[in-house]
C-alpha cells in the first residue's frame, strides 16, 4: 500500500486528512514526506477529495488525492528560516544590552546574549535550559496580557516594563525591559532587552555625589577660583591646526 511509503514521523498527519474525507469531514490539506524510488524522501502536499461511483455492488465512496512535489519550496523556506534565525540571534548577540529571546507562549527562554547572561551571574546554557520563572523575583502580573495586545499590531510595536531580576548568588535588582514581537520559522517570538535600573540609579546618585562635592571644594576654597568655558577656544585652535597653523 501507498502507505507504507510515507515517512513514519508524518504517517498519522497524512492518513488522518483521507480518513476525514472519508467521513465527511472539512477540507484539508496534507503536507508529508513521501519515499522516491532512489530512497530518499520527497516533501508532498496532498489535497483530498470525496466522490461516488457506482458499480455491481451499488454506490460507492471513493476518495481522490491530487498530489504536488514541494521538496524545492519546502528546502527554500527551511534555507529562508534557518537565515532568519541566523540574523536575530547574531542581532542579539552583537548588541551592547544585555538581550533575550523566546517563544511568546514558551517557558524558558530560545536564545540569550553574554551580557544578559552575566547580569544574573549564570551561563548561556543554564539561562536556556531553566525556566524563565526561575530568575524573575516580581513583575508586572498584567505585562503578559499587554504583550498579547501588541501582537496584533506592527512589528515595531514596543512593550515597556519593569521586572525584578533574581542573581544567581540570590541577589535581586530592578530592570526595565522593552520587548519587540518578531515572527520565523512560522512562530512568533519575544525579543527583549534589560537595563539594569538599579545600576543606572546609583551612577547617576555617584555622579550627583561627585559634582556636589567638587562643588562644595570651589566654593569653600579660599583661594580665588574662576570657572571658564573654553570649549569655544579649542574648537577654534583645532580648526587652525587642520588648516596647518601650528604656532
Known amino acids: ?21 472519508v467521513n465527511g469531514g472539512p477540507p484539508t490539506k496534507s503536507t508529508f514526506r513521501f519515499r522516491h524510488k532512489d530512497g530518499d524522501y520527497r516533501w508532498i502536499q496532498g489535497s483530498f477529495s470525496e466522490s461516488a461511483s457506482l458499480d455491481r455492488n451499488g454506490p460507492q465512496k471513493m476518495i481522490r488525492g491530487l498530489f504536488r512535489d514541494i521538496t524545492v519550496q519546502k528546502r527554500e523556506d527551511e534555507i529562508r528560516q534557518l537565515e532568519q534565525e541566523t ?4 542581532l542579539i548577540a552583537e548588541s551592547p544590552y544585555a538581550m533575550g529571546m523566546r517563544q511568546i507562549h514558551a517557558s524558558s527562554y530560545y536564545f540569550v546574549n553574554q551580557r544578559f547572561a552575566d547580569m544574573l551571574g549564570y551561563t548561556v546554557e543554564e539561562m536556556t535550559q531553566e525556566e524563565r520563572s526561575h530568575f524573575i523575583a516580581k513583575e508586572d502580573p498584567n505585562r503578559q496580557q499587554r504583550f498579547k495586545q501588541i501582537l496584533t499590531k506592527e512589528s515595531s510595536s514596543v512593550l515597556s516594563a519593569e521586572t525584578e531580576y533574581r542573581r544567581k548568588d540570590g541577589s535581586t535588582f530592578l530592570a526595565r525591559v522593552n520587548h519587540i514581537a518578531v515572527s520565523f520559522n512560522r512562530e512568533q517570538y ?26 562644595r571644594i570651589f566654593e569653600a576654597n579660599t583661594v580665588g577660583i574662576r570657572e571658564c568655558d573654553l570649549s569655544q577656544l579649542l574648537t577654534e585652535i583645532e580648526k587652525l591646526q587642520s588648516e596647518g597653523v601650528v604656532d
Open 1 to 21: 500500500p501507498a502507505s507504507e511509503f510515507v515517512h513514519v514521523d508524518d504517517f498519522e498527519r497524512s492518513t488522518f486528512s483521507q480518513l476525514e474525507r
Open 87 to 90: 540574523y536575530f540571534k547574531k
Open 190 to 215: 519575544s525579543i527583549g532587552w534589560i537595563v539594569d535600573i538599579d545600576e543606572e540609579r546609583r551612577r547617576r546618585l555617584a555622579l550627583e555625589a561627585s559634582e556636589a562635592r567638587y562643588r
